[in-house]
């Protein structure tokens, strides 16, 4: 046996810098990436998810071997390929005769438990380092966190502003006089605001293969292939990242909470699968954002916003995960036991708000953020549907998905089945908000205004049942003690009709089924999934579409 370590990187660790390639001996050491079946489908990932990841791990191979390390890349098709990672380690440590295996910890509970066998199966050293491309450590987060009968982003967020002296003053004061502008930040959009068209990335050969690869292979996965625009290598993330900072950051902040119909992107950044997957570096683009404030460029609040998005809710909903894992994914606070309803896949819903996003999801493997949490989050929070399912559907469908994001923002802070941990309140709204927010209601054909009656908005006559169903769990939460006062003076008849309305709804959702040809084929029971042991009942909607 050799005395050289095998370095493994995982599709989201593609970062020069990562602790698993610190001290790594270009000459003695070997560094495998590995693209294999079984990370590719333990949720069907959307088309666009795993070319977009496929390929950017292809790159940042081709970058490693320029900088001059020894690099072994397995693609799927390889022969020899096991079709797992720990297959491809253990089959690359005989090849190699690696004496030790040195791996950044994985994003995903599911993995890094997996991985804490792995020393006793290999039989030799495997050294699970921490990933600290993250700007709050474990132990910080641990110990910011003890002794906390509430954990609450906002004051988390200060003093990892205060630790990084973002938009701090010279005495050590919050620039602009106040820690957050979100209040200025809840704007509908205008029908005469232009919105910029974000740059699209050509691809190149190597993009090229990976689509053929993943039109073939991965045809019955959710999701439209092409067009394929994604960055795939640091340069080019590079390049989106200061095309969002000069055209698209001033008026993030306005129009952050803003919903047009034919318009997915408006004002955000679509920066998160760069992050996420380490080709951007967090800190510098907060650090960017705030140059852009001193120059004058962008102004205070937008400038607020996305720091906070990054430095704020980004580390802590990952604090969150690894703080409360694994026995956060099996709460389920609200006791919600209804399935995923077809149309999460298909679209095929009457209700425009839900059809139109789930269209944009399926196209770009992307929604932005109250998109996902107000309108389908919100119609799954009202509806009842089971946590898990929900979850699974989230991994699958958007390109940055991953356990530890993914994870907290669904199961906390969209359907509340941690009855309180992450957020103080439900984001619960009726059609009244959407409205608000977006036009998706002009172009419905049920009345927005209306809760009852055949053209009643169905989300109206839901929320208020969702109010009084959840009464005996939410009506103490003083956050949401206006809604329960206007509920409480409802005439018992009205409250009857609404309860009758919102059954109604509720049936045909459990009634519509999945055309024939596209029957899902839902894991057997027993076998994993997000790192949770499926059981028999719960069949989940893992559909192929062809
Ligand atoms: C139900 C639900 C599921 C989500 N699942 C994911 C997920 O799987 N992966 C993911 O990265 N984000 C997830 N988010 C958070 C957020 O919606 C996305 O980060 C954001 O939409 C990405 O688009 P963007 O880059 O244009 O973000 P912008 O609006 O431009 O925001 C800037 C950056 O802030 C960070 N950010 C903002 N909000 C959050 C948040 N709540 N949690 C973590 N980071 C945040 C992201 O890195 C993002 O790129 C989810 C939110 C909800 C409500
Ligand atoms: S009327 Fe209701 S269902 Fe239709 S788009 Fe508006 S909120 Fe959605």
Redesign the pocket.
């Known amino acids: 046996m050799s005395d050289g370590t095998l370095r493994l990187l995982l599709g989201d660790q593609l970062t020069p810098a990562i602790s698993s390639l610190r001290d790594c001996e270009p000459g003695k050491d070997t560094v495998l990436l590995a693209e294999v079946m079984a990370e590719a489908t333990y949720v069907r990932h959307h088309k666009k998810k795993i070319a977009f990841l496929f390929s950017a791990m292809r790159h940042f191979a081709d970058e490693l071997r320029q900088a001059g390390h020894r690099v072994i890349y397995v693609t799927l098709e390889d022969t020899g390929n096991t079709g797992s990672l720990f297959g491809e380690v253990s089959r690359h440590i005989e090849l190699l005769r690696a004496g030790r295996v040195v791996v950044t910890e994985p994003g995903e509970w599911r993995l890094r438990s997996d991985m804490q066998d792995w020393q006793a199966r290999l039989g030799i050293p495997v050294e699970i380092r921490e990933d600290d491309r993250f700007l709050c450590s474990h132990a910080d987060f641990g110990a910011w966190a003890a002794g906390r009968k509430e954990l609450r982003m906002e004051f988390f967020y200060r003093v990892m502003r205060r630790r990084y002296r973002l938009l701090m003053d010279a005495a050590g004061e919050p620039e602009g006089g106040r820690w957050n502008f979100d209040s200025d930040n809840r704007h509908p959009l205008g029908n005469d605001m232009a919105i910029p068209r974000h740059p699209a990335i050509a691809c190149d050969e190597t993009t090229r293969e990976v689509l053929d690869l993943v039109g073939r292979v991965f045809a019955e996965h959710f999701g439209d292939l092409e067009p394929f625009d994604f960055a795939v290598t640091r340069r080019d993330a590079e390049r989106l990242a200061n095309w969002f900072l000069r055209y698209a950051l001033p008026r993030?902040g306005d129009y952050?909470d803003a919903m047009r119909q034919g318009e997915p992107y408006l004002f955000?950044?679509?920066?998160?699968p760069y992050?996420?997957c380490g080709l951007l570096d967090?800190l510098r683009l907060c650090r960017d954002a705030e140059a852009e404030w001193r120059a004058g460029r962008a102004p205070l609040n937008a400038v607020e916003g996305?720091i906070r998005?990054?430095l704020g809710?980004?580390e802590y909903?990952r604090g969150v995960y690894w703080l409360e894992m694994p026995r956060y994914a099996e709460t389920n606070a609200l006791d919600a036991h209804r399935p995923l309803p077809w149309f999460y896949w298909s679209g095929e819903t009457t209700m425009n708000c839900i059809a139109q996003v789930v269209g944009e999801t399926r196209r770009n493997a992307?929604?932005?953020?109250i998109q996902?949490?107000m309108v389908i989050?919100n119609f799954a929070l009202l509806a009842g549907i089971t946590p898990a399912e929900v979850e699974a559907w989230?991994?699958a469908v958007?390109v940055?998905?991953?356990d530890w994001?993914?994870l907290p923002?669904?199961h906390g802070?969209?359907l509340f089945a941690d009855g309180g941990r992450l957020a103080s309140k439900p984001y619960a709204a009726s059609g009244k908000y959407i409205d608000r927010m977006s036009d998706y209601c002009d172009h419905c054909r049920y009345d927005v205004k209306q809760t009852l009656g055949g053209t009643a908005c169905p989300l109206n006559a839901l929320y208020w049942d969702f109010l009084a169903r959840n009464e005996q769990r939410l009506g103490r939460n003083p956050r949401l003690a206006m809604p329960y006062r206007n509920l409480a003076r409802m005439p018992a008849d009205q409250r009857q009709a609404i309860a009758q309305k919102a059954a109604q709804t509720l049936a045909t959702l459990d009634t519509a089924q999945p055309p024939e040809s596209d029957q899902p084929t839902p894991p057997q029971p027993g076998q994993q999934t997000k790192g949770r042991k499926i059981k028999p009942r719960a069949a989940q909607q893992q559909p192929k579409f062809l």
């Not at 955000?268 to 998160?272: A, D, E, G, V, W």
């Open positions: 993030f952050q955000h950044s679509l920066l998160s992050i996420n967090p996305f998005q990054i809710w980004r909903i992307y929604a932005h953020h996902r949490l989050g989230y991994l958007y940055d998905a991953y994001v993914e923002n669904t802070m969209a």
